[in-house]
């Protein structure tokens, strides 16, 4: 039976969408009250797993699962060995660098050498600033990252921005977009190849529909 | 203090051996009817040996310290190895070689995991100086007797051909060709769709990606393109072994040994690799899900790198990973589940009798069959004391010896 990795939080009604226009109903998982971690298409054709979004690749990697939806924030952070088969579309966000307003800087490279960026997302950082060539202290955090420039913690975050309202709301300004992220529909590679259970007649369909909208 | 093993290593315990044993045991005797002969070679290589070949990564190898100023490393795989010691020191045995090992190899966990193994067990063969068709059949219907004899349930078999990906590839711009390499080797769709190049090269490039299937399928797929006479030439030697492997099995007297129908799949590659043609993975299939338990590929260019001259000899090889395999096997319940106990409990009742015990001991471990003979260790000769050991180490018979020299024989159960 085919496995799929949904991710809980802003994903999870377009993934359940998505597989409902193809014939898997996983809707159970928006239910409130629902629990479980782990249901079944009420046909018993296919299974889910309700897992963290930075968990999915994980899931597909090692192949519990043979397919996910995840953004692509997550691939870029943790560069999972998974099969990336389509953009989705959906989700879409940024991942930007942010300072307080108050702040003098106006642009990435304003920052000082050695000051600190507040981040969920430490390889994209890292990253980032290695290439425009300024060294930083990268402070992991786990979430609410704005708080690292309000309390005066760090310079700046790199996190990812939807709307703009959580940063607004609390008095940062965006400097920079490091990329644009949408949802991507992933596979376990190997089970990708062998094909099992008609897996590439659903990813076919996955793939039209996302193509349709 | 505590003294454990460093994180990735792990020490085998008997039971592990016995498991371990079992596995190696059959696919030696397979080896050896198929007529290869084991090689040894050096646990340490010179990183330049290792590296040669442009298939490992430097960050894989486990580096050791040494007083020469020479870069030295623990071998992650032995085919180099093989090669650099077929081509300096077998110049003078004929053609073809068959070659199997059966050796630890080290490789450094990837960044970012926790404690992963960085010392296993492989199996292997290498058969050097042949190629061709019949070569490549002989390799993959080792591979099946192999898990036949192991009686691994199932399996199957992802084949491609890393020549003709490798010349299919070459119309796109050198720009670009690493990158569609890269992307088809991780099955990014993605990043072909948005690479930018003409909307013919983009669907060549989609299509080599899914160039995978029935095998008569994919071969009437990728015969529809406008190849090159030497594509042409490697379609057709795929085609022919797809029809040898299928007469052999219907040639075959037995079912048990014929390779589970076969997945043709021309995006197999590797971004880095020594492979020259046919290469494949070999994948357990099972409710839990699907792994690699081994990968093989022919490498026609690899050994004159290592021979003085750079004369080169074709070669074709596979291994198998013996912890995956020990993890697909457990579930069948064809493995020892405990170390064997031994036969005899030799048990002398007096200190004087202690070398008229192990006299007797000697005289039944002398015996043709292998039996497993233990001397009672118990000073107080507490005769109820020894009876419960012989039974909790599953000792079916003990030999009372007494002071006399006599032997007394009593059967547990």
Known sequence: MITVALPKGALLTESIQLFKANGLDFSAFLDKSNRQLQISDPTHRAKALLVRAQD????????????????????????????????????????SVAVKGSSPYRSALDLPPHSRVASKFVNCAREYFQSIDLPVEIVPLYGSVELGPITGMSEAIVDLVSTG????????????????????????????????????????????????? | MIYQPPSGARDLLPLDVAQKRWIEDRLEQVFHR??????????VEHLDTLMAGGAIDQSAVIELQDTQGQRLGLRPELTASIARAAVTRLAAVTYPQRLYYNANVFQRTAQGSHGGQQ??????????????????????????????????????????????????????????????????????????ETLSMSEELKQRALFLMDLRGRPSDVLQQVSSLDLSSSQRDSVNDLKTLMELLQET?????????????LILDLSLIRTFDYYTGLVFELVSDTDQGSRVLGQGGRYDNLLGLYHP?????????????????????????????????????????TDQAAPAAFAYAQKIRESANLVRVEISLDDAHNQEQIRDIARLRKINRIAWIHADGLPEIEALN
């Open chain 2, 119 to 192: 010392e296993y067990y492989q199996a292997g063969v290498e058969l050097l100086g042949a190629s061709g068709v019949i070569a490549n059949a002989e390799i993959l219907q080792l591979l099946s007797d192999c898990l036949t004899s192991l009686g691994l349930g199932s399996w199957r078999l992802i084949l491609g051909d890393a020549g003709l990906t490798h010349s299919l590839l070459s119309v796109f711009p050198d720009a670009l060709r690493d990158k569609v390499r890269r992307a088809i080797a991780h099955l990014d769709r993605v990043a072909l």
């Open chain 2, 309 to 349: 001259q750079g004369q080169t000899y074709p070669g074709i090889g596979f291994i198998l990973n013996i912890e995956e395999l020990h993890q697909a096997l457990l579930p069948g319940g064809q493995l020892p589940d405990q170390t064997p106990a031994s036969d005899w409990l030799v048990a002398p009742m």
């Open chain 1, 165 to 213: 309202r959580t940063l607004k709301e609390n008095n940062l300004i965006e400097l920079e977009v490091l990329y644009h992220s949408t949802a991507r529909l992933i596979a376990h590679p190997l089970s990708y190849r062998l094909n099992p259970d008609g897996l590439n007649t659903l990813i076919e369909k996955l793939r039209q529909q996302t193509m349709v909208l």
């Open chain 2, 34 to 43: 198929w007529g290869y002969h084991r090689i040894i070679t050096s646990t």
């Open chain 1, 56 to 95: 999915v690749p994980v899931y597909v990697e090692y192949g519990q699962a043979q397919l996910g939806i995840v953004g692509y924030d997550v691939l870029r952070e943790k560069r999972p060995n998974v099969a990336h088969l389509a953009d989705l579309a959906f989700g879409g966000c940024r991942m």
């Open chain 2, 249 to 261: 099995a219907s040639a075959s007297t037995h079912s048990a040994g014929a390779i589970p129908a």
